[in-house]
């Protein structure tokens, strides 16, 4: 399990719960930030990172989109970037942006990936790269392109592999023994979230939430801020953990 702060707090939580390893979401770094996912600067990106990196000693892999640029020299830099904010891990995805041509060509992608394996080789220290392949977000679902995509990244020198929206534990089954580099599952699609145990069955080597506990956090908050607002109440107050309780938690 690799869960997914949105700052510095809520990564010193997840590190007193005992998680052993944190990942960063760009869309709730986005959101956190004010704005949507995908419109975040790479300098803003990094110093967002940057700061859940120093707030525990655990070791953090950051979502990067796709690198903020088409190129596999701006791939490359974002990952030596990416060291410099003290990560050790990103993902990199294959997705372009634009809805008109929503996936970069299989060889493009594939030297995308291959951009980032090699700037990560070249540091001074292990860097995970993951390489996403977004088929299944979009409208042109296919699990034998997912497949061949995978495949091509993880012979492109990918670490870890990612697949988000497979629909089914089938087709993630499917995926696991297709490829031989650990795949990464994202629970946080209504429907299409299984159990640890489940996706340990099918192959699932690790686990991410994406926005999942960013968006359970911001439920919390918007009932209270109803409750608050529509019926001048405070009942969610009886429901609250406590700051002592928090602190605690945090090692503050």
């Keep these: ?15 007193g719960a005992g998680f ?15 704005q949507r996912d995908h419109s975040v600067t790479r300098e803003e990106m990094m110093a967002h990172a940057h700061s859940i990196v120093n707030a ?9 989109g796709k690198g903020f640029g088409d190129s596999p020299e701006t791939v490359a830099e974002t990952i030596r970037l990416a060291a410099d904010a003290g990560l050790v891990g990103c993902t990199i995805e294959d ?11 299989v060889q493009f992608a594939v030297e995308r ?13 292990p860097f995970l790269v993951t390489a996403r392949a977004h088929s299944f977000l979009f409208a042109d679902r296919s699990l034998e392109e997912t497949i061949r995509r995978l495949q091509a990244f993880e012979k492109a020198g990918a670490d870890v592999l990612f697949a988000p929206g497979l629909p089914d534990l089938a087709a993630v089954r499917n ?20 159990t640890v145990a489940e996706l340990e069955a099918a192959g699932v080597r690790r686990i991410s939430v ?16 109803r409750e608050i607002k529509d019926r001048g109440e405070f009942g ?5 953990v406590t700051m002592p309780e928090l602190l605690k938690l945090m090692q503050l």
Excluded at 1 to 15: K, T, Y
Excluded at 20 to 34: I, P
């Design 113 to 125: 990936v291959a951009a980032a394996a090699d700037a990560a080789r070249a540091l001074p220290f």
């Design 236 to 240: 969610f107050l009886d429901r609250s």
């Design 56 to 64: 525990t000693d655990l070791p953090v892999s950051a979502d990067l």
């Design 1 to 15: 399990m690799i869960p997914n702060p949105w700052d510095a707090g809520s990564a010193r939580v997840l590190a």
């Design 210 to 225: 994406a926005t999942s506990l960013y968006r359970a956090a911001m439920t919390g908050f918007l009932d209270a801020m």
């Design 20 to 34: 052993q390893a944190l990942a960063t979401s760009s869309a709730a770094a986005a959101a956190v930030l004010g």
């Design 95 to 105: 997705a372009t942006g634009d809805e008109n041509h929503p996936l970069y060509d």
């Design 175 to 194: 995926v696991c023994t297709s490829v031989s580099k650990p795949f990464n599952f994202m629970a946080g699609i209504k429907g299409k979230s299984f």
